[in-house]
């Protein structure tokens, strides 16, 4: 009987132990008005630089992480008018 219960203690401990697997979650794209890849590697779900730093700091933008947002979305404008209109063909 001892084994038994040594075992279901064992069995659930380790079940306790792993790691769940990290998903990301809309929220935080919404709370920050930022795109996914913000954070992530594209198609990985990796966390780059911007959002290792973004988690270290309990998930909110320092005042040096919001002008990175404000000068890649500046980038992003530039190059969306940039781009020649596609609409008219």
Known sequence: MRHGIGAVILGLACVLAAPPDAQAIPAFSRQIHAD????HFQGMGALNAFG???MMNNFSLSKRMRQQLMERE???SEKRKAEPSKQGR
Request: with cysteine; hydrophobic share 20%; charged share 50%.
């Open 52 to 54: 290792r730093a973004f």
């Open 36 to 39: 996914c890849r913000t954070c």
């Open 74 to 76: 500046k980038r992003e």
